[in-house]
């Protein structure tokens, strides 16, 4: 079945460090891919998406491109903050049918001044 | 736009006694899912409607849990009797149609369920 695989946790950085998370997936076909964020006692949000092979996504300083031949969806920032510290969750959707989303485990990831 | 609303927020029970939770999807969508969030792991899919009909519910445990979608609006997600490795946080969603080919999906805060 489908799976996502994401880099274990937690993850420690200093501000302004780089950040990788990796993520990769099985799945058959071609599924779009996402990246969610749950910050500290809310609930998740949609942080970014790629539905096709090649495409990026990006939004607030994030970016993840959507790679068919690793089956890679890795999420990196130049420039991480303290208000980054959150958990992120990479999944994937199939087209048509059921619109569940399959979810890693998630990264803690925690940004110290 | 008020977001999904989830009740309660938090609830303990002991194994073997009942309990039930309720969404309130964003106003127009169509689509609702319940997710249950093991602590240490992603959420995964319990059951998923359209409208007041069940599209997937493939991994719901249908001896212990059921849901209801009455009119297609609100929805409740019911464990009876309650196991210890129920406890989780239970998120509910909602999406509408686009047009496109993705929907987003809009999640509650979650209702955090210990069971003793």
């Known amino acids: 079945g489908d799976s996502v695989t994401q880099m274990e946790g937690p993850v420690t950085l200093s501000e302004e460090a780089f950040l990788t998370i990796n993520c990769t997936y099985t799945?058959?076909?071609?599924?779009?891919l996402f990246w969610y964020v749950q910050y500290p006692g809310e609930g998740l949000q949609l942080l970014l998406k790629?539905?096709?092979?090649?495409d990026k996504g990006s939004n607030k300083g994030f970016e993840a491109t959507y790679r068919k031949e690793t089956t890679s969806f890795h999420l990196e920032k130049g420039s991480v903050q303290v208000s980054d510290s959150a958990v992120y969750f990479c999944a994937l959707r199939h087209q048509g049918g059921s619109e569940k989303l399959v979810f890693g485990k998630g990264t803690k990831l925690t940004v110290n001044p | 736009e008020a977001g999904v609303a989830q009740s309660p927020r938090y609830k303990i029970i002991e194994k073997r006694q009942s309990v039930a939770f309720w969404c309130n999807p964003i106003s127009g969508h169509a689509t609702l899912y319940w997710y249950q969030q093991i602590l240490g792991q992603g959420p995964k899919l319990l059951i998923q409607?359209?409208?007041?009909?069940?599209?997937?519910d493939s991994q719901l445990p249908k001896d212990r849990f059921s849901a209801e979608r009455l009119k297609g609006v609100d929805s409740t997600l019911k464990i009876q009797p309650a196991k210890l490795e129920d406890s989780a946080v239970y998120l509910c969603?909602?999406?509408?149609?686009?047009?496109?080919?993705?929907?987003?999906?809009?999640f509650g805060p979650g209702t955090r369920l210990t069971v003793l």
């Open positions: 969603a909602s999406s509408s149609p686009s047009g496109g080919n993705y929907n987003e999906q809009f």
């Open positions: 790629a539905t096709k092979a090649d």
């Open positions: 799945a058959t076909g071609y599924p779009s």
């Open positions: 409607f359209q409208n007041n009909g069940v599209v997937d």
